[in-house]
């Protein structure tokens, strides 16, 4: 086929090809959206694995992620260091779980690692409240998003611990069937 | 029996479970984990729908087994410890890397894509399995050339896949709008959209195939038209049309030759052949889709909760615009308030009185609602019998149009009044109010249809009148037509108004809220009518291309205009697969009845199409196999005709086969369930059992603590603490013991 580009070697565009979800064409797409995002900062060759990373603020004004309420969580996330600043691996990497052709499980283990704000490993009452916060803008008081914390717990907690694991959320998430559709970022 | 083999496999592959799930603090990345690999025998990847062999996910099970032994021993040293090189990781890397060696390279690609591991990790985990593979196979150099063969074929393939796909994404239409769509207004009116491009595709192929194999020949031989055209035969379909390919009367039944050295081609085997090749291309994509959706959105009714979870965790992240945000926001905080509410009101029940008023107002409602459909059939029915005189009556030629309307008007108005029921109606869960309202339209339209359908082939078919199947095709045409045009009144004048009137009084009504369900069985309506009538009309596909084409860019502008996004949670996969059984059950298969029907019963016309002439549309074939088997290159199609396709035998024997297959795989799916429900049960023990021992320990430790502080009596007091400790022990140990026997009683239930 044509392979007209030169950002990347074909060994590295192979690489990406199998590492991700993603044909060339939308790996190109995607890296020309990085490029976009902080054209002095990020080179338009890539042969020699430059080290840059683009800061978060300049990741959360892109369209996509500019009005989500867990721009936040996801691009720490995904980030090397949990600050939010992503080289070009992060960035796609976290395109392609976002995207469609993502299986579940591995939807369902960035989602938990999302929501557990203090990345303990769990998914305790302190890290509800946040997340019930962020998603409803501060349109609940604060005993009824106690109570709707409790409810979860009583609901998902399958051990019974007083926090989520990942096995109880991967749990639940068997019973949404809409997840998957949901948990989706068009680029 | 193969059932209690299954069973017994996946009991001994679960024991493992407790001993895993166990230790004392996993971090987040050591356990990608067992239940959901279990799970995963369940829910495979939604992209390997040519994968059903359970060897395959018994084989994707271990890998994610021992997987997470490494990543539990990995991850126990040091959390950022990916890039150290420890003689211990060395270990576990080689262990990962020896099971992905033996894997064949899609699947060893298919298992690092799904690894929950960054793009480096996984970029090192490929060169290093990659650099042990070249290593291997240098010293096993007699790999058989066979499975280096299929090596370079899988490697082609997957190549030729690839850039396939990116032709795919290339051609998809309306990629960007769908975003803008989905961005606005969510999930779940997109899926409508996704519906409407999914039907789309049909007819495409449709109509490419009804054009290559039987238009494009029919143009070769034309004949003249001596009709006059005038502007009205695009809403009557009648007039200088009824000449022309548009209808079956048009057809030839000659065979088709150019020249003496042209190939023959016969029209009445081309006829025949198109229909069947088409609908079975539908049939199994129909199919494949209903299962693929059915697989992947299919829950266990007995966990159904009508829990608060989903709404936490299911955030949609496709929402992309400002104020689509904040209003989602919005109505998630009050979605969340009625929820708490609910739980509050769940407890109170209702007296005798109010379930038997409510039992009532379901009786009187179905009554009702059933009443509407028959009358409305029984109108449709009677203006049908009384169309043909009352068209010799009336000469005006638009009069034809009568009858379409008539049913555009039932098709509009009716769907409406169902809605009004909600009024008397309470129901506990919007699901049910949902799908009762759907099942109710549904058994509305398809008995329009229905009747329609035995009107045509029953009265029209055998008045004797000429070229019967061109006035059916018209018919249908017609019926298209109309509503194509009403849709479009209701989309730019209709909504357009009610959002005129929603401004003006800003407080009662707002902003109107797409009604998903309504347009989808519009569009289930308007396909079963195209695939009925391609065969009276083969240009149909052709027809609703360009309607379906039109429809979205009217939605598509009427929607951002005129609608607000949904405020209540609409559970957009399950409701895709209601609808897609929907378009199959009664729908496609109703079609493959009415053409069965007109086929194997019906004479065709003596002086038009392409089976002029024929007892029956069927004896073409029987002419065909009968030409065929005077040839001697020819025999096996006469041989499989007249054993496989032709015997009862074959039938009895393949449709036993299917049910004994049928069976055993809901006697294993039983299985499963009951596993499910065991498994269940074991995790809430375990995590009784851990809160127990948590608490024993504190309770130690504390006594330790009092046992040092103090002074000689220490000794005393630890032997009188001890034996109840002791007892204590023992009645854990014993409830431990107890628990564990009632779990393996189960099994035998």
Not at chain 2, 155 to 160: G, T
Not at chain 2, 197 to 213: A, D, E, Q
Not at chain 2, 431 to 439: A, N
């Amino acid at each position: 086929m044509g392979n007209k580009q030169t950002v990347f070697t074909h060994e590295q565009l192979e690489a990406y090809q199998d590492c991700t979800f993603f044909t060339r064409k939308e790996i190109m797409r995607l890296f020309y959206r990085y490029q976009d995002l902080a054209p002095q900062l990020v080179p338009l060759d890539y042969t020699s694995c430059p080290d840059v990373k683009v800061p978060y603020e300049l990741i959360g004004s892109m369209p996509e992620l500019k009005d989500n309420p867990f721009r936040q969580r996801i691009a720490q996330v995904f980030s090397d260091d949990g600050d939010g600043h992503m080289t070009l691996d992060n960035f796609l990497d976290m395109f392609s779980v976002m995207s469609e052709m993502a299986p579940r499980d591995l939807k369902a283990y960035y989602a938990f690692k999302i929501y557990d704000f203090n990345d303990d490993g769990y998914i305790c009452a302190w890290d509800l409240e946040q997340t019930v916060t962020k998603l409803t803008r501060g349109e609940l008081s604060a005993e009824e998003v106690s109570l709707v914390c409790e409810k979860v717990l009583g609901e998902a907690d399958g051990d019974h611990d007083g926090r989520l694991s990942l096995e109880d959320f991967q749990n639940m998430i068997l019973r949404a069937p809409d997840f998957l559709s949901t948990f989706h970022i068009r680029i | 029996m193969l059932s209690d083999d299954q069973l017994n496999e996946i009991i001994v592959e679960a024991e493992n479970v407790p001993s895993r799930v166990v230790p004392e603090k996993t971090p987040v990345n050591s356990s990608f984990s067992m239940v959901s690999s279990i799970s995963d025998i369940d829910v495979t990847d939604s992209q390997s729908f040519g994968n059903p062999d359970d060897k395959k996910s018994k084989q994707l099970l271990r890998f994610s087994t021992s997987l997470n032994e490494s990543f539990l021993q990995t991850l126990h040293r040091s959390p950022g410890s990916v890039g150290i090189d420890t003689s211990h990781e060395n270990i576990q890397g080689q262990k990962l890397i020896a099971s992905l060696i033996p894997m064949t390279s899609r699947d060893r690609i298919k298992a690092i894509r799904n690894q929950p591991r960054t793009m480096e990790e996984k970029r090192n985990l490929k060169k290093m399995v990659d650099k042990e593979k070249s290593k291997q196979s240098h010293r096993i150099l007699e790999l058989n050339c066979c499975a280096q063969c299929l090596n370079s074929i899988s490697r082609a393939y997957r190549r030729s896949k690839n850039s396939l796909s990116e032709l795919l994404t290339y051609i998809s239409l309306w990629q960007k709008t769908f975003k803008v769509i989905g961005g606005k207004f969510g999930t779940s009116v997109l899926s409508y959209f996704n519906f409407l491009r999914w039907l789309l595709k049909f007819n495409i192929f449709s109509f490419i195939v009804t054009f290559s194999f039987i238009i494009i020949p029919q143009f070769t031989v034309p004949e003249k038209n001596t009709l006059q055209f005038t502007g009205l035969e695009f809403f009557t379909g009648a007039g200088y049309f009824q000449d022309t390919v548009m209808y079956y009367g048009f057809y030839t039944n000659s065979t088709v030759q150019h020249g003496s050295s042209g190939a023959p081609y016969n029209m009445q085997l081309a006829y025949i052949f198109t229909t069947g090749a088409y609908l079975i291309v539908c049939f199994f994509s129909l199919l494949f889709s209903m299962a693929r959706n059915f697989r992947n959105n299919f829950i266990n009714p007995h966990i159904y909760s009508r829990g608060i979870t989903k709404l936490i965790f299911c955030w949609d992240f496709t929402i992309t615009h400002e104020r689509a945000v904040k209003l989602k926001q919005k109505n998630l905080s009050t979605e969340i308030r009625e929820n708490l509410s609910e739980i509050r009101q769940e407890n109170v029940k209702l007296t005798l009185n109010q379930q038997l008023i409510h039992v009532l107002a379901h009786l009187a409602a179905w009554v009702v609602s059933t009443g509407v459909a028959i009358a409305c059939c029984v109108a449709v029915y009677y203006l049908a019998e009384n169309n043909s005189e009352f068209l010799k009556n009336h000469q005006n030629p638009g009069a034809v149009l009568l009858l379409p309307f008539l049913v555009s008007c039932i098709n509009l108005a009716t769907p409406r009044l169902y809605s009004l029921f909600r009024l008397v109606e309470r129901y506990e869960t919007p699901r049910r109010e949902v799908y009762i309202l759907l099942i109710r339209n549904i058994f509305l339209k398809i008995s329009i249809i229905g009747i329609l359908c035995y009107y045509w082939l029953n009265i029209v078919a055998q008045a004797g009148e000429e070229c019967w199947e061109t006035l059916i095709g018209q018919e249908i045409y017609r019926l298209l037509l109309m509503d194509f045009v009403f849709s479009l009144a209701d989309s730019l004048l209709g909504e357009f108004l009610r959002r005129l009137i929603g401004m003006q009084f800003p407080t009662s009504l707002g902003l109107q809220e797409f009604d998903i369900a309504r347009n989808v069985l519009e569009l289930i309506y308007a396909q079963t009518l195209v695939w009925i009538g391609t065969f009276f009309c083969p240009l149909l596909p052709f027809i609703q291309m360009i309607t379906l084409f039109i429809m979205f860019y009217v939605k598509n502008i009427s929607l951002m205009m005129n609608f607000q996004p949904p405020s209540k949670a609409w559970r957009a996969s399950q409701m895709m697969t209601f609808f897609i059984f929907l378009l199959f059950f009664p729908s496609f298969t109703g079609v493959l009845c009415t053409l069965a029907i007109t086929i194997w019963r019906l004479k065709p016309s003596a002086d038009c199409g392409p089976f002029r002439g024929l007892p029956f549309f069927i004896h073409s074939i029987y002419s065909w196999i009968d030409t065929l088997s005077k040839r001697s290159g020819y025999l096996w199609v006469v041989w499989i005709y007249q054993n496989l396709i032709g015997s009862v035998h074959f039938f009895f024997i393949l449709t036993l086969i299917v049910l004994i297959i049928t069976y055993l795989y809901w006697q294993i799916t039983e299985g499963r369930k009951i596993m499910i429900r065991l498994l269940h049960e074991q995790i809430i023990n375990e995590g009784k059992d851990k809160m127990f021992l948590i608490e024993k320990l504190a309770k130690l430790q504390d006594m330790e603590k009092r046992a040092n502080t103090s002074s000689f009596s220490m000794e005393r007091r630890d032997v009188e603490q001890t034996s109840p400790l002791h007892v204590r022990e023992h009645n854990a140990a014993h409830d431990l013991r107890f628990r564990r026997s009632v779990q393996e009683e189960n099994p035998k239930v």
